[in-house]
């Protein structure tokens, strides 16, 4: 994919003369990150669910799931695909979304001519949340797609002949956790196309606010009403509290409503205000809360969030080698390490929020405390540096886990598209146990999904770029959406100086 940015071949001297006088060398170029920022953006083109349109880039894609709902006599074609398989899960798309619009918030200034792809990413998936949110009053569509049934084949989105059940939770069958996350979702989108597009920014945010009231007033766990369609997929262990006080929380940072405030304040200790938990992910959203709710206090000096800025400031140390609070696990080559089951999911989401409790802290100067030891914005930025850049190939094995960016990268790519002959390429049908002969196939993929990055690692450094061990090399669209935010940071940093 040639860079939309245009790139002197000087660059990469000129870079290398200022490292030896500055001894600030970084593993990359300014170019760099511009380029991993556009490829990390143009992955979610390879998730795209429905009609594609004109501007599509990644050609190797068609249109697919045309009729999802219709035999529900709701329209839900749209949205994205989570991972690898032809699924549309709602809680992980809706999480997707509140944190891509999260990395614009705070860094679309950074992203450049990128903001644009960036913005397109959003609105691919606030369309089919508004569609699966509006359609039948006291019900929001939560899924498209029989999990199970769609595992056992492998099949291109395009040949999609597994079951398109769709599946919901209402007032009678409630589902706390997905309303409140796609409430969540559709308010920060809300803030991202406050300018571009206003009208739509409103409905975003009104819709947001209905659809959190339908979280609050029905409490349950989708879980518990929708069983083993979701389970142990997106299973959401972590209950729906979590997500009732962030989607308050992105509901307030949108409208600034007093009576969100309110509920942030007598609600917050119910809720999980006074927990620590130390990873963020589409299943707990706690220390993300946190984090956007200690701007409140740094920025505006809000007492009632002083609270939250004391438990970012656990979180963040827990994350910081030689803090007193430390209890975070490395890998031998620097990378953060929290399972073996698509471990950069959690990299990425954390150095997103050293970036943003960055700052927010030099908003006013402020650091992490720590114990009896302080760390400055810089010290958060430094840590978060080095996991962007072990993603990139800054590790021991000198391997690029975002796929299509540097000189090595994974080949073998755990997603069904991507694996398949596209329809351009062979345009008959490829039903759903022909597929398999291609996941076992020791042949590269041949269609490259350009920007996703996969699961990562193990605890030793050691990677399998194996097409059947999906624990390392599956993508997924929350894996990125951090990502999106970090690498801008040091693309807009690098432009900077």
């Given amino acids: 994919m040639a860079s939309a940015l245009a790139y002197s071949s000087a660059m990469p001297i000129l870079y290398l003369a200022l490292c030896s006088l500055t001894l600030s060398c970084s593993a990359f170029t300014p170019q760099d990150y511009s380029d991993a920022l556009e490829k990390s953006i143009l992955f979610y083109e390879g998730q795209r669910s429905g009609k594609l349109p004109s501007n599509q880039r990644l050609k190797w894609r068609a249109d697919s799931g045309l009729h999802d709902g219709s035999s529900y006599h709701v329209d839900l074609v749209g949205g994205y695909y989570d991972a690898g398989d032809n699924v549309k899960f709602g809680l992980p798309m809706a999480f997707t979304t509140t944190l891509l619009a999260w990395s614009v918030i705070e860094f679309g200034s950074s992203m450049q001519i990128q903001i644009q792809n960036a913005r397109a990413a959003i609105r691919w998936s606030t369309?089919?949340?508004?569609?699966?949110?509006?359609?039948?009053?006291?019900?929001?569509?939560?899924?498209?797609?029989?999990?199970?049934?769609?595992?056992?084949?492998?099949?291109?989105?395009?040949?999609?002949?597994?079951?398109?059940?769709?599946?919901?939770?209402?007032?009678?069958?409630?589902?706390?956790?997905?309303?409140?996350?796609?409430?969540?979702?559709?308010?920060?989108?809300?803030?991202?196309?406050?300018?571009?597009?206003?009208?739509?920014?409103?409905?975003?945010?009104?819709?947001?606010?209905?659809?959190?009231?339908?979280?609050?007033?029905?409490?349950?766990?989708?879980?518990?009403?929708?069983?083993?369609?979701?389970?142990?997929?997106?299973?959401?262990?972590s209950g729906y509290h979590d997500e009732l006080l962030w989607g308050a929380s992105w509901i307030h940072r949108a409208s600034q409503d007093a009576s969100y405030l309110a509920y942030i304040q007598s609600n917050g200790h119910t809720l999980g205000a006074d927990d620590d938990d130390f990873s963020f992910s589409w299943d707990d959203k706690r220390a993300g809360t946190k984090v956007l709710l200690s701007k409140g206090f740094l920025e505006k000096n809000i007492q009632e969030f002083q609270l939250y800025k004391a438990h970012s400031d656990n979180y963040i140390c827990s994350l910081i080698p030689g803090s007193p609070n430390f209890q975070a696990q490395y890998t031998p080559g620097g990378l953060l390490y929290k399972g073996s089951e698509s471990n950069l999911q959690y990299v990425t989401s954390s150095a997103f929020l050293l970036l943003t409790y960055a700052k927010y802290l030099s908003s006013n100067g402020g650091v992490a405390l720590c114990g009896t030891s302080t760390f400055p914005s810089e010290k958060l930025i430094s840590e978060a540096k080095k996991q962007v850049d072990y993603i990139l190939g800054d590790n021991p094995d000198k391997m690029s886990y975002m796929v299509g960016f540097g000189q090595r990268y994974p080949l073998h790519v755990h997603h069904r598209g991507s694996s398949l002959p596209s329809v351009q390429a062979h345009p008959g049908k490829i039903d759903c146990n022909d597929g398999f002969q291609y996941l076992y196939s020791g042949s590269p993929n041949p269609n490259v999904l350009v920007g996703a990055i996969l699961g990562g690692p193990d605890s030793k450094d050691n990677f399998a770029d194996d097409r059947n061990n999906y624990q390392q090399s599956e993508p997924a669209t929350y894996i990125n959406a951090p990502f999106v935010g970090a690498v801008a940071f040091f693309a807009g940093k690098s432009a900077a100086n």
């Avoid at 989108?189 to 979280?215: E, G, H, N, R």
């Fill in 127 to 237: 369309d089919y949340l508004l569609k699966a949110a509006t359609a039948t009053p006291g019900t929001l569509y939560v899924q498209v797609g029989d999990p199970n049934m769609d595992h056992h084949c492998w099949e291109r989105p395009e040949d999609m002949d597994t079951p398109r059940n769709v599946y919901k939770v209402s007032t009678q069958n409630p589902g706390s956790d997905v309303a409140a996350e796609t409430a969540a979702a559709l308010a920060a989108a809300s803030i991202v196309f406050q300018d571009s597009d206003p009208s739509y920014s409103s409905k975003l945010l009104q819709t947001a606010m209905k659809v959190f009231d339908f979280a609050d007033r029905y409490r349950g766990s989708y879980s518990d009403s929708l069983n083993s369609v979701v389970c142990p997929f997106y299973c959401s262990y």
